[in-house]
T-cell receptor, first 120, second 111 residues
Framework: DAGVIQSPRHEVTEMGQEVTLRCKPI?????LFWYRQTMMRGLELLIY????????DSGMPEDRFSAKMPNASFSTLKIQPSEPRDSAVYFC??????????????????FGAGTRLSVL | RKEVEQDPGPFNVPEGATVAFNCTYS??????FFWYRQDCRKEPKLLMS???SGNEDGRFTAQLNRASQYISLLIRDSKLSDSATYLC????????????FGKGTKLSVKP
């Protein structure tokens, strides 16, 4: 299994530009999470999807951030316009979540390698 | 009060030392607990789950005290390769819940 795949690994852009981060979850996983990590705030959940549907986006900092999951194997996180304070490492993670009928799970999330974003 | 709190460290220890990390969580309804490990400029990876009865995996021992809302990780006979940041993680919502991450405790093992 290739694991969670994120692209690009590094992104350097200028303030005001649009940034799009991409994620391919592990095949068979039905939950996907976007996190942001900074020294000051640690690892923060931005948004997560179950079965391609956004469940909780309360962590999205403001309207400049948006996320989509058009199908089970792809998600994007977009920042428009970007600002220097958006500079951080953005991680995508995926998990197999059992349905409402239950099922075994250890609620283990598997992370991608992250995208290191620098907004100048 | 932060949801998951850890001593940021750094903990600087010699090879072979025993080191313990502590973590407290604020939500008494939290249901499952984990330690993740994050190497410098890498992604977090699951180290071990934490069970109520305590559990051990080789040189690593994790314990949970629900009454005190306290989690610990003990590393015995530390190796240079144990140098990393250790993240305390709490699940608040059952099998479909979110994980709340502590900021991590940095460990540096010196020769």
């Amino acid at each position: 299994d290739a694991g969670v795949i994120q692209s690009p690994r590094h992104e350097v852009t200028e303030m005001g530009q649009e940034v799009t981060l991409r994620c391919k979850p592990i095949s068979g996983h039905n939950s996907l999470f976007w996190y942001r990590q900074t020294m000051m705030r640690g690892l923060e959940l931005l948004i997560y999807f179950n079965n391609n549907v956004p469940i909780d986006d309360s962590g999205m900092p403001e309207d400049r951030f948006s996320a989509k999951m058009p199908n089970a194997s792809f998600s994007t996180l977009k920042i428009q316009p970007s600002e220097p304070r958006d500079s951080a490492v953005y991680f995508c993670a995926s998990r197999h979540t059992p349905g409402l009928a239950g099922g075994p799970t250890k609620n283990i999330q598997y992370f991608g390698a992250g995208t290191r974003l620098s907004v100048l | 009060r932060k949801e998951v709190e850890q001593d940021p460290g750094p903990f600087n220890v010699p090879e072979g030392a025993t080191v313990a990390f502590n973590c407290t969580y604020s939500n008494s309804a939290s249901q499952s607990f984990f330690w993740y490990r994050q190497d410098c400029r890498k992604e977090p990876k699951l180290l071990m789950s934490v069970y109520s009865s305590g559990n051990e995996d080789g040189r690593f021992t994790a314990q949970l005290n629900r009454a005190s809302q306290y989690i610990s990780l003990l590393i015995r006979d530390s190796k240079l390769s144990d140098s990393a940041t250790y993240l305390c993680v709490v699940n608040q919502g059952g099998s479909q819940g979110n994980l709340i991450f502590g900021k991590g405790t940095k460990l540096s093992v010196k020769p």
